[in-house]
């Protein structure tokens, strides 16, 4: 099944401690980004890349990283969580832009 | 920047009443737009995109360019329809630029 898979779903961490959240798609799919939606502010962009080892800031990159070591994977880092960064976070890949994106589930972090 | 802006954070209509979302845009050029839905937050779901004018669960969305406008548009709302609704663009063919979203409630 062509997919968008984000791991884990749920994550509870505490302030500093160094997390990552997989995301990674089966459809060879050119293009992939980092969203993160909060009420009343709807999704904003974190990074997204084009290519392999091509990335680049989206609205909101204070406070991640990203890699794109492989065509596939396109892991969201957190070097220092901090509390603000508690949101719902949706991964997304596309083939080609003028097809809109195909999302994953979501993980929903807290930072305490 | 180009900006995609959804007037109404809530709709309320009853079933069977005509819906309406808005969705604007900021000028430039041929733009690309899409209308995703949103479940009980599960994730984005693509419903409709301006290039093919298909027809998804009854919505429709024409773009104006005179108007910069893409509103979704359905004839008779249904309980199922309830959903947040993002309006997008595609942003230089790199991204995906999104609305802050509608919140759709139907009621009986």
């Known amino acids: 099944e062509a997919q968008v898979t984000q791991n884990p779903r749920y994550l509870i961490t505490v302030t500093g401690k160094k997390l990552t959240v997989t995301c990674s798609q089966n459809?060879?799919?050119?293009?992939m980004s980092w969203y993160r939606q909060d009420p009343g502010l709807g999704l904003r962009q974190i990074y997204y890349?084009?290519?392999?080892?091509?990335?680049d800031k989206g609205d909101v990159p204070e406070g991640y990283k990203v890699s794109r070591k492989e065509k596939r994977n396109f892991p969201l880092i957190l070097e220092s969580p901090s509390p603000n960064q508690t949101s719902l976070y949706f991964c997304?890949?596309?083939?080609?832009?003028?097809?809109?994106?195909?999302f994953g589930s979501g993980t929903r972090l807290t930072v305490v | 920047a180009q900006r995609v802006t959804q007037p109404e954070k809530l709709l309320s209509v009853f079933k069977g009443a005509p819906v309406e979302l808005k969705c604007n845009y900021s000028?430039?050029?041929?733009?690309?737009l899409f209308w995703y839905v949103q479940y009980s937050r599960q994730r984005l779901q693509l419903l409709l995109r301006?290039?093919s004018r298909e027809s998804i669960k009854g919505f429709t969305a024409d773009l104006n360019k005179g108007e910069t406008s893409f509103h979704l548009k359905k004839p008779f709302a249904q309980e199922e329809d309830s959903a947040m609704y993002y309006c997008?663009?595609?942003?230089?063919?790199?991204?995906?630029?999104f609305g802050k979203g509608t919140t759709l409630s139907v009621s009986s």
């Open positions: 301006h290039i």
């Open positions: 997304a890949s596309s083939l080609d832009m003028m097809y809109g994106y195909t």
């Open positions: 000028y430039s050029g041929s733009p690309e």
């Open positions: 459809m060879n799919h050119e293009y």
């Open positions: 890349s084009m290519n392999v080892e091509v990335t």
């Open positions: 997008a663009r595609n942003q230089a063919g790199t991204a995906l630029i």
